[in-house]
């Protein structure tokens, strides 16, 4: 019994409960046997719960945790809750309330033999920390009576498996249009609460054409849908949209974001990395194809492992090049456990939701995952290697299995030709080469890693992550928190380890619980602008509870079973929800009660990527260049920002406007030199996974925005529009400018404001030429003012947090 | 300080993340305070704290600003603060210790004497070299540490372990940190500064004062020391004053509208109210950099009318500039492009260092001077020093160049909270290594914060699933015998 002397409720409020209970139930509570202790009603009138929330609760975090909680109990025992020291492990309680100098806690941390003492590890606890334990278990040892007892990490809702519940039944029939509803509204209405009305069919409209392609609707798109809008005109044009080239092109982006993708390697030279826009133009087919989202994986962990590996399931592993990459490390072989790092923790974080990387020198200190499933992930990649020759990083053919021996046949016969010079003129070798090249041409290249060899390395744990250091030798493995029973690796296949393929396999596996609900809260949190898990890279402890966790189960099931692993169909079933298509209005009475809209009684309210606010600019100034794929644009960067560079002559050369003006997507990243405007506005972390942008409000957002030379050259293709489109009459230039950037007219407030600074506009600058005696006539004047109306119109706020 | 902690407000978000995001950082702070004006946290939850405070740290700091000298390249331990008798005595032979001497496949000279004298200066006697006569002038300001070391021998991963305490890239910057632990002090201009040399940045550039993982509002803005000193700062070629006013009055006229049908949100706010900061802006950053109205004898003490000292020095005068008007870190960089226009003396180390010592010499002691006059002294901090530093041996036999060198190198701080006047640590008797009480550029960092009132075991980021440090998850300590 002295296992239960702990006092989770208050004497006065045993009192009154124990007014209403049994004599029995009387004996059998834990605070009544506390009264028959000496001593101890005494002090406990005094003492509060504080003392544990302020001072026990640190030093145990501090010092006990990593062995003796919800992550590790060891001895069976937990510290990490009130209820569970009192509860104790193995060898019984840890202490005894009111009489700390029995209780076990203190005995431990006091002793002075080195194998009883705890911590067993690092200094032991200070004098202060310790009085602070004593002076807490001899008053009582008391914890708030609602602590929250953590689950253990084998109960962590994430790691169990995907279950499909039961659609909830809604009072509400007419709002929902599918279960996606059924499951908001139910939480609504238990709070008595009403979902924001539909938003209005303009609204609508130029919200799906942002969310899905990136641009706003044309004048045609509007006016077609505005003749008769209704939610399933509505869903006609989403799948529309979902067909067009422009949806891969706006979702590839958010893709790459998680994958780190960028154009360049960091680091002292940073260096182009050769061909790797073909993993960016393999992610936008990929999506505009609908490939599987289970296919995805494999084909980007082992696209050349897969039977029938093609140019373009290897082209996918360029996933794993992606990381920076130093062409002159300090330490090779720390670079190289670096370089397996990325790989690793981009691998956890993308697919799994997990932030395996922690465990790298030490057994994670929040999570389940110890440096032996860290360095288990690592084995599975340690084959890999990447092809360079000195600093130079070398790209590498890529086609089918028959392909690759056709070229290797060739190149085998190039080189034995080029030895014959004994025999051959010079002339002559050239002739029979260039023969050989036009029998079998050139396969294209990629930027790819390779596993040369069948015979994988031997992975070892390294001990506090120094390559100097190995430890135990490891098999590749998953985090063994996710399985009962390991995934079969299957042994050496004729060309590599097969490591990866047994990794992907698991991974895309419909029993993984987790690959599905993070992909599933990838998409939804696109689409609302917060995922249902608000860390959509932590499924982790630490990571946030679902908001709705039901709904992610739901659909996570759905996604697997019923579309499967159709990204497209999650599309059309998210986008066809009276959810998403909830007007942003605000509601006093819900904000106050829920301002972060966990229940999403609204849509909530977004900025744009900085990539959907610069391709909407060129799409209503008429510039877009729609061309696809192929090698990256570099947008023209200030004289200005490439000063700070080391070789400024050299380090950026612009292309042309035509190749400038194509989509966003298809800019150089180069990630020692973000190209201003993208970074002001918030582009993401080019260095490791970015699961979500973060949206700053500063100053030189705004200079960029209206100062910058971007905007200002697209304000005067603009304005040079709306003189053709809509003639000279500034009514109808003022109507096309409305509808072209913000998809709606202009209120007859906003246009006669509009009217009315062009012509004070127009008027100031004629009379300052005038003053000046400058000439200027009054078509240019009136031109200038209508290019500030559109420099105006790029600014509002409307036009970059569309409703 | 560590982890995001919700927080609701009405804004439709936390007001944790809210102020974090508009707050701390670049122009920021400004943001938080004219939302604060306008009223629009009255009334609402969590308002009664107040909107998050320029400055708070952990504990009272000794210094509210820092001045990062940066010597790119890597300056010489020896022909600089650390004096090798030994070093003279042994000149010409070859080097037989146990450090591993020289970058990447280099040619390794033998033991090269410094061609410059050392004096000791000052009441303290702090041996200066001939190197530095103007700054000798304030040696019992100086706290030299002989015993600096680094991870690395490159360039690249040694800007970056100096500036963001990694060897990779993408963490936040000391002046990151510094935004995110104590905001900014003025509304109207950025918190981190960094001026480059003429001849180009360090390099990795920007990744040097990026704000990593942490939002961009932290990260440092470069400011040029002539024309328009941010980008985008001045308004379009073509476009009056007049005319820039007007559309922008149109601007928040119609965005005032907007706002009204969502008057809860706080990003639309804040938004409009960038562009009014932005446009004040325009002023303020202008007329810091404008030292024309400077009198000629602080010009003349800066060093603008020599050719050799005028962009250093120039830089130097807009420091103490950006300085007055509240800038909390502000970089400057000597030297920038490749080997002899940056401190790595390679080749010739010997006229390497004069030229870039005489570059800055003058102009660094104009800024304690000015400083001191001022009163900031007393409220800022200088630090002085580049990547790594220099072997003691030539590199190549007879060859007047120096390798680089990460075992042991110097570096000086000044000002608010140094004790001065003072040597700490030492490297071996041919100045290779640092052997006595070594200080790691983590310890460096440590001391940096310590004395801006930051305890860098508590400086704390959430990010991948770790709370995040300057100094990392490595003991490093604050160097005790710097502090005053």
Known sequence: MTGALLVPVSLTEYFRHSKRCSFRARVSSLAFMLMLLPGVARTTRAASSTAYERDIKPILQQRCYSCHSRLKQKSELRLDAGALIGKGGKHGSAIVAGRSAESPLLQRVLSTVEDERMPPEGKPLTPDQIALLRRWIDDGARYPKDEVIPQTAAEHWAFQPVRQPPVPTVKNKRWPRNAIDRFVLAKLEQRGWKPAPVAGPRALLRRVHLDLTGLPPTLAEQESFLQAPSADALDQVIDGLLSRPAYGERWARHWLDVVRYADSNGYERDAEKPFVWRYRDYVINALNGDKPFDRFILEQLAGDELPGACAETMIATGFQRLGHWDDEPADPETDRYDQLDDIVSTTAQAFLGLTLGCARCHDHKFEPLSTRDYYSMVAVFNPLRRPQKGRTELALPVGSREELAVLAGRDGEIGRLQQQTNTLTAAEIEKRIQKLRDATPDLPQAYILQEPATNPPVTHVLLRGSPGRPGEVVAPAVPSVLVNKQPEFQPSGERTSGRRLGLASWMASPDNSLTARVIVNRVWQQHFGYGLVRTPNDFGLMGEPATHPELLDWLAHWFVNEAHWSLKKLHRLILASNTWRMSKAPNPEYAAADPEDRLLWRMPYRRLEVEAIRDSMLAVSGQLNTKGFGPSMKPRIQQAALEANTDKESIWKPSDDLEASRRTIYAFIKRGLVVPMLEVLDLGDTVSSCPKRQVTTVAPQALSLFNGEFVNQQTRHFAARLLIEAGSDHRKQIDLAWRLALGRPPAKDEAATMLEFREQEAGRLLAEAAKENRSLSNTEAQRAALEQMCRVIYNLNEFVYPE | ?484
């Open chain 2, 1 to 484: 300080m560590s982890r995001f902690i919700p927080n609701p407000t009405p804004c439709g978000r936390s007001r944790r993340e809210f102020l974090w995001q508009v707050g701390g950082g670049f122009a920021g702070i400004a943001l938080i305070d004219l939302l604060s004006d306008s009223g629009f946290f009255e009334g609402k939850a969590g308002a009664a704290t107040g909107p998050f405070p320029p400055g708070r740290p952990h504990f009272p700091a000794r210094a509210k600003h820092c001045v990062f000298l940066f010597m790119n390249g890597g300056p010489s331990q020896v022909d600089t603060f650390d004096p090798k008798p030994e070093l003279t005595k042994f000149n010409g032979l070859p080097y037989r210790g146990d450090a591993k001497v020289g970058s990447n496949g280099r040619p390794i000279g033998h033991l090269m004497q410094s061609p410059f004298d050392f004096q000791e200066h000052g009441q303290s006697g702090l041996p200066i070299s001939s190197l530095f006569p103007h700054t000798a002038k304030f040696a019992d300001d100086l706290c030299v540490i002989r015993s600096m070391f680094t991870d690395t021998a490159a360039h690249a991963s040694g800007c970056l372990q100096m500036n963001t305490g990694s060897i990779f890239i993408g963490k936040p910057s000391l002046g990151a940190w510094l935004s995110y632990g104590l905001g900014a002090i003025n509304r109207n201009l950025p918190s981190f500064v960094v001026m480059t040399d003429p001849r180009g940045g360090p390099i990795g550039s920007a990744s040097n004062w990026t704000a990593g993982y942490m939002p961009a509002s932290h990260q440092g803005t470069l400011f040029r020391s002539g024309g328009s000193p941010l980008l985008d700062l001045a308004t379009p070629e073509g476009t009056s004053d007049a005319t820039q006013r007007h559309s922008l009055d149109l601007l928040k006229k119609l965005n005032e509208e907007h706002l009204k049908q969502h008057p809860d949100e706080s990003e639309l706010l804040a938004r409009i109210e960038s562009y009014e900061l932005a446009y004040r802006m325009q002023t303020t950053a202008a007329s810091v950099i404008d030292v024309e109205h400077e009198d000629e004898a602080t010009r003349e003490m800066y060093g603008l009318n020599e050719k050799r000292t005028a962009d250093f020095g120039r830089k130097c005068l807009i420091t103490r500039r950006l300085l007055e008007n509240g800038v909390r870190f502000i970089q400057l960089y000597s030297g920038g492009g490749h080997i002899e226009d940056t401190w790595d003396g390679h080749n010739n180390c010997v006229e390497n260092h004069k030229l870039h010592a005489g570059e800055t010499d003058k102009p660094i002691a104009a800024l304690i001077t000015d400083l001191k006059r001022s009163g900031l002294w007393d409220e800022t901090l200088l630090v002085w020093g580049g990547e790594f530093g220099r072997t003691p041996t030539s590199e190549g036999v007879g060859k007047p160049g120096r390798d680089h060198d990460w075992h042991g190198f110097s570096m000086w701080l000044a000002g608010a909270g140094v004790k001065g006047g003072q040597a700490i640590g030492a490297t071996d008797e041919l100045g290779f290594k640092a052997v006595e009480e070594p200080c790691h550029v983590g310890d460096l960092h440590a001391t940096v914060l310590h004395l801006l009132g930051l305890d860098h075991t508590k400086l704390t980021y959430f990010h991948q699933g770790l709370d995040q440090r300057l100094t990392g998850v490595l003991d490093r300590r604050v160097i005790q015998k710097v502090l005053a």
